[in-house]
């Protein structure tokens, strides 16, 4: 056989062969960063390592126990919160159920304490409209903070302190001033 009569055989391999190879390319390429980088990512730890599976997220902790190396997936803590939110869920339900049985103690205390808000839509039964001078009864409400006004005596007592300061003031003064004039 001459090289001529194989020719058209390797051409028939090579026209194969190269559409396969333009097709792979892309594909070694997307795995390339993958083995650059590595699927697992190991930190040392105490007794073995700690290895983070990049692509699941799932964290292990690898130890040497006699018998070759074994990894055992810990116990993800999003399991743990999600039980003590259901259950903070279940005793908030709890509770306000008692608040709004009527014949609960707990209810009348808690009515004291934390008076219904008014409803802040305008034309329900129930609501405030504005005040003469332009301000919410919410905003009244708010600032009700009342502060009692001073008797007449309590005026004297804080007018006759605010004197005698003010005569200490004037003849601890005067005395500075004497004692800097005597001395020079």
């Given at each position: 056989?001459?090289?001529?009569?194989?020719?058209?055989?390797?051409?028939?391999?090579?026209?194969?062969?190269?559409?396969?190879?333009?097709?792979?390319?892309?594909?070694?390429?997307?795995?390339?960063?993958?083995?650059?980088?590595?699927?697992?990512?190991?930190?040392?730890?105490?007794?073995?390592?700690?290895?983070?599976d990049t692509q699941t997220g799932v964290v292990s902790h690898c130890a040497d126990r006699g018998n070759g190396w074994a990894?055992?997936?810990?116990?993800?803590?999003?399991?743990?919160?999600?039980?003590?939110?259901?259950?903070?869920?279940?005793?908030?339900?709890?509770?306000?159920?008692?608040?709004?049985?009527?014949?609960?103690?707990?209810?009348?205390?808690?009515?004291?304490?934390?008076?219904?808000?008014?409803?802040?839509?305008?034309?329900?039964?129930?609501?405030?409209?504005?005040?003469?001078?332009?301000?919410?009864?919410?905003?009244?409400?708010?600032?009700?903070?009342?502060?009692?006004?001073?008797?007449?005596?309590?005026?004297?007592?804080?007018?006759?302190?605010?004197?005698?300061?003010?005569?200490?003031?004037?003849?601890?003064?005067?005395?500075?001033?004497?004692?800097?004039?005597?001395?020079?």
């Amino acid at each position: 056989m001459s090289a001529v009569t194989q020719l058209p055989g390797l051409l028939r391999i090579f026209a194969i062969a190269a559409p396969l190879v333009c097709l792979a390319a892309p594909a070694l390429a997307q795995t390339a960063p993958d083995m650059e980088k590595g699927r697992y990512t190991l930190m040392p730890m105490s007794g073995g390592f700690v290895r983070l599976d990049t692509q699941t997220g799932v964290v292990s902790h690898c130890a040497d126990r006699g018998n070759g190396w074994a990894c055992y997936a810990l116990p993800e803590e999003h399991v743990a919160l999600d039980k003590e939110i259901g259950r903070l869920q279940a005793e908030n339900e709890k509770l306000k159920a008692q608040l709004a049985a009527p014949d609960s103690a707990l209810s009348g205390k808690a009515q004291k304490a934390f008076p219904k808000a008014e409803s802040s839509r305008p034309g329900e039964p129930g609501t405030a409209g504005p005040k003469a001078d332009g301000r919410k009864s919410a905003d009244a409400n708010r600032n009700s903070i009342e502060i009692p006004l001073p008797s007449d005596r309590d005026m004297d007592r804080v007018m006759s302190f605010v004197e005698r300061a003010w005569r200490r003031l004037v003849e601890m003064a005067a005395r500075v001033q004497r004692e800097q004039s005597g001395g020079i």
